[in-house]
């Protein structure tokens, strides 16, 4: 069993930054294999993948529709995953959610965080 918990969420105004964390917690030989995920989910909309980072961190692959915009990265001793997201926009408003599987490249996340709020005021 792994657990997320996801923090950094807030208001901010367009053209701001924020850095979003995932913390996982569970058996280490677990976690520590882990493929992670950002997703978020718009007022209305479908729920939508961000960003996902290998579990060596050595790959990653970013939505076209933040592509220069966010990045995401880990730390694998402290099985954390970072979004770091520049240049906001009223569209990125939505809750974001951290995902994680031990499957590379997974179609369907097993675990999932709580979420948290990302505003973007314009």
């Known amino acids: 069993q792994v657990q997320l918990v996801e923090s950094g969420g807030g208001l901010v105004q367009a053209g701001g930054s924020l850095i979003l964390t995932c913390a996982a917690s569970g058996r280490t030989s677990t976690t520590s294999t882990l493929t992670m995920a950002w997703f978020r989910q718009a007022p209305g909309k479908g729920r939508e993948s961000v960003a996902t980072i290998s579990w060596r961190g050595t790959e990653q692959h970013i939505a076209d529709s933040v592509k220069g915009r966010f990045t995401i990265s880990r730390d694998g001793a402290k099985n954390t995953v970072f979004l770091q997201m520049s240049s906001l926009k009223p569209e990125d408003t939505a809750v974001y959610y951290c995902?994680?599987?031990?499957?590379?490249?997974?179609?369907?996340?097993?675990?999932w965080g709580q979420g948290t709020q990302v505003t973007v005021s314009s």
């Open positions: 995902a994680a599987d031990q499957t590379a490249w997974p179609s369907e996340y097993e675990w």
